[in-house]
C-alpha cells in the first residue's frame, strides 16, 4: 500500500489543456460534433507519510503457541544421535557377540553394561587398555638389560639400565 502512495508522488502534477490541444481517450472516443470544452485537472494532493504496519499480525486460532515443553531453540541445534535401539542396562556380551576382542576388552577392564560402558570416553579406554601392555614391556626391557640381552634397536636401554644397576645407592 506504501509503495502505491509513492509511485502517485512521482508523477507529475497535471496541467489544464484548452481546446487548441483536445484530449484524446484511446478506450472512450465520442465523436467530435460538439466543441471541446477545457478539461480542468486537479492537482494531486500531497503525499502523506505511509502509516507504519502492525508488527505481527494477529495469530490464528490454529497456531500453537509456544509452550515450555517445546522451550526456546537455540541458534544453532545440535545434531542429536535419535532415539536408543539398546536399552542402557544391557549386557555387553549380548550387544558384542560377533566381536571377540571387543568381549575379552571388557572382561580385562571389568565392564560389564553399557551403562558402565558410557562413563569412559574413547581414549580413557584406550589408556585403561594400553597401560598394562606398556608397563609389561618396560619390565621385559629392564629383566633382558640385567641379563646383558637386549631388545632389537634397544642397545641405548640396556647400557644405561646396567649403568643404573652399577651404580652406588645414596642412603
Do not use: W, Y
Not at 38 to 66: L, M, N, T
Not at 77 to 102: K, T
Not at 136 to 147: E, F, P, Q, S, W
Amino acid at each position: 500500500m506504501a509503495k502505491k502512495a509513492v509511485k502517485k508522488a512521482a508523477k507529475p502534477a497535471k496541467t489544464v489543456r484548452t481546446a487548441a490541444k483536445p484530449v484524446k481517450k484511446a478506450a472512450r472516443s465520442k465523436p467530435a460534433a460538439k466543441p471541446a470544452k477545457p478539461v480542468v485537472v486537479k492537482k494531486a494532493k500531497p503525499v502523506r507519510a505511509p502509516e507504519p504496519e502492525p508488527e505481527a499480525p494477529a495469530r490464528k486460532k490454529g497456531v500453537r503457541k509456544a509452550t515450555i515443553a517445546s522451550g526456546i531453540r537455540d541458534t544453532s541445534p545440535q545434531r542429536r544421535l535419535g532415539r536408543s535401539r539398546i536399552p542402557i542396562d544391557a549386557p555387553l556380551d549380548v550387544v558384542f557377540q560377533n566381536d571377540i576382542q571387543a568381549r575379552e576388552s571388557f572382561v580385562f577392564l571389568g565392564i560389564h553394561s553399557i551403562r558402565e560402558l558410557e562413563q569412559f570416553t574413547a581414549d580413557d579406554l584406550v589408556l585403561r587398555l594400553t597401560g598394562p601392555a606398556k608397563l609389561t614391556v618396560g619390565r621385559i626391557r629392564k629383566i633382558l638389560a640385567m641379563n646383558n640381552r637386549c631388545l632389537t634397536g634397544d642397545e641405548n636401554f640396556a647400557l644405561e639400565f646396567q649403568e643404573l644397576l652399577t651404580r652406588p645407592r645414596p642412603d
